[in-house]
């Protein structure tokens, strides 16, 4: 059974960073594609980053400069660096992976305010 552990969620400042995690567990994990999802409240659910099995990356436009997603094969994991953010960036911030079948996590919120 794939599992999906996020972390590193919370309340910052405009301005301030973040580091999410996500911790894949139940299947063999150097060769997939890990995605972060965010949903806003009253909002879809909208891609935030992707990361491949050959390292490569693409980024949604509001990401870009910003975000930076990297992965970590020995532990598993991928991470989200999220620097100069903003009051838009305040969501629910899930990983998923496609196995077979889609697979979510339960989700961490990223609140950003004053």
């Known amino acids: 059974q794939v599992q999906l552990a996020e972390s590193g969620g919370g309340l910052v400042q405009p301005g301030g960073s973040l580091r999410l995690s996500c911790v894949c567990s139940g299947t063999p994990f150097s060769l997939l594609t890990m995605a972060w999802y965010r949903q806003a409240p009253g909002k879809q659910r909208e891609l935030v980053a992707l990361?491949?099995?050959?390292?490569?990356?693409d980024l949604a436009g509001f990401a870009k400069g910003r975000f930076i997603i990297s992965r970590d094969n020995a532990k598993k994991t991928i991470h989200l660096q999220m620097d100069n953010l903003t009051p838009d960036d305040t969501a629910v911030y899930y990983c998923?992976?496609?196995?077979?079948?889609?697979?979510w996590g339960q989700g961490t919120q990223v609140t950003v305010s004053s």
């Open positions: 998923y992976v496609h196995v077979g079948n889609n697979y």
């Open positions: 990361i491949r099995g050959d390292n490569t990356t």
